[in-house]
């Protein structure tokens, strides 16, 4: 409910991910119909429906007229969980 859908159509730059509900990818196609013609907005809505996490539909006006899809890198990160008690001793001890 807080995506501003009308802004969508005066965007250059498009990164949309996977929408989880039906009124959400409802409100994004509304919000795009106006730079995409009807079957193209078809073809979007349901590209967004089943998109796989960290991927996402782009457009950029400036390069390309067709949305393309984009896979973010995978981020990795070295933390780790909570530590055991055995771990927490050993931190302490030293």
Known sequence: MDL????????????IGRLQTDPDRERVIDGLSASVDRESA???AHTIK?????????RDFHLSS???LLQTRHTMSWLRGPLTPAELRRVRAS
């Open 42 to 44: 078809k073809k979007l």
């Open 4 to 15: 501003d859908y009308r802004a969508l159509s005066n965007t250059g730059l498009w990164c």
């Open 66 to 68: 067709e949305p393309f």
């Open 50 to 58: 089943w998109l796989p996490p960290r991927w996402f539909v782009t």
